[in-house]
Nanobody, 125 residues
Framework: QVQLVESGGGSVQAGGSLRLSCAASGGTFRDNVVAWFRQAPGKEREFIAAIRLRGDTHYADAVKGRFSISRDTAKITSFLQMSSLKPEDPAVYYC???????????????????WGQGTQVTVSS
């Protein structure tokens, strides 16, 4: 069973950058879709980005052009490169994975079975 571990969170000034990593232990992502979500206090979990095995990517409008999702060729680690961070970006960021997620459902947190524990991102103005 795949376990996901996020890292790379921290505090950064507005306009700065961070790169989050999501490592799969106990296996690889294989043909899973890997996605990133975030949840700020008092808000619902929000889709950020997803990437398929063949490299197709999907982004939320709020981060398009600023964030970039990728995965290594060994399919062990996924990355979320975050640039031009804004005061509205702080949250706990989670990675998630599952197989056979159809495109119409790729932005729904209910589509993913495997989740990491989350990593905190703070942006100061």
């Amino acid at each position: 069973q795949v376990q996901l571990v996020e890292s790379g969170g921290g505090s950064v000034q507005a306009g700065g950058s961070l790169r989050l990593s999501c490592a799969a232990s106990g296996g690889t992502f294989r043909d899973n879709v890997v996605a990133w979500f975030r949840q700020a206090p008092g808000k619902e979990r929000e889709f950020i980005a997803a990437i398929r095995l063949r490299g197709d990517t999907h982004y939320a409008d709020a981060v398009k052009g600023r964030f970039s999702i990728s995965r290594d060729t060994a399919k062990i680690t996924s990355f979320l490169q975050m640039s031009s961070l804004k005061p509205e970006d702080p949250a706990v960021y989670y990675c998630a994975a599952d197989a056979y997620v159809i495109t119409s459902q790729i932005r729904r947190s209910e589509s993913y079975h495997y989740w990491g524990q989350g990593t905190q991102v703070t942006v100061s103005s």
